[in-house]
């Protein structure tokens, strides 16, 4: 756990320092968000709730493969030596793993919220709403992490991220706009329980593979 705790402090300090993901990141919401606006504006009956709950998915799968892509890519061979003599894998991929949950939930509350005000917001269960993305932020930035670690061993990473994380994150995504869909009618809880429990178990697979498998990639 200690570990762990200064890695994510590691983590937290560079961010702060180089201001990448949130800053880039936000900067792509903003803009992509304004430009569903200007496409939108005119033709305010063809926005109906299905688009506007598929726009905002489209927007928050983009926002996490360009914040979690370089997880790994960025780190430099010498600091990988480092912690390669000082932390266990387990510590190393549990840190990103936590780090990058904590940066696209923030990245997707403020996105969810700025998307809201701008292009309406006809969420009929805005708390349900708001769990599948919680769900989901926490589903992209754990499969993107162990995606971003195997994928930094080979050459061509971003073709290799892309091609491993579209068979994962496929129907975590179409579980994700269902829930988010039975939010945005206003359903009961009680229905939307079993796509819950899907995403929370795909979560928990994802976690406890990359505890379980990551240190044999570390040690390549």
């Known amino acids: 756990m200690n570990e762990i705790k200064t890695l994510i402090w590691k983590e937290v300090t560079l961010e702060w320092r180089q201001k990448y993901a949130i800053s880039g990141m936000l900067l792509y919401v903003v ?9 939108f ?8 709730p299905i ?4 726009l905002f998915w489209i927007i928050l799968l983009f926002t996490a493969v360009n914040a979690i892509a370089k997880s790994f890519s960025q780190e ?30 923030v990245l997707s509350m403020i996105g969810f919220g700025f998307y809201a005000f701008v292009m309406g917001n006809p969420v009929g269960d805005p708390g349900l709403y708001l769990l599948s ?7 992209f ?12 061993k080979a050459e061509n990473s971003a073709t290799l991220m892309t091609v491993l994380s579209f068979p994962i994150i496929l129907p975590m995504l179409l579980m994700t706009i269902r829930l988010a869909k039975n939010a ?8 939307s329980m079993d796509e819950i429990r899907t995403l929370l178990a795909i979560d928990a697979i994802v976690v406890t593979l990359s505890y379980l498998l990551f240190p044999y990639l570390w040690r390549s």
Request: proline share 1%.
């Open 141 to 152: 930035a754990s499969v993107l992490t162990l995606v971003a670690g195997i994928a930094s």
């Open 31 to 39: 803009s992509t968000v304004f430009i569903c606006y200007l496409s």
């Open 133 to 139: 993305i919680m769900l989901a932020a926490i589903g």
């Open 184 to 191: 945005i009618d206003g359903l009961d809880w009680d229905s």
């Open 76 to 105: 430099r061979y010498g600091r990988l030596l480092y912690y390669y003599n000082l932390c266990s894998p387990q510590a190393i991929i549990l840190s990103k793993i936590i780090y990058n949950c904590l940066i696209m939930i």
């Open 51 to 54: 688009v506007w709950n598929t």
């Open 41 to 48: 504006n005119l033709k305010r009956n063809q926005l109906t």
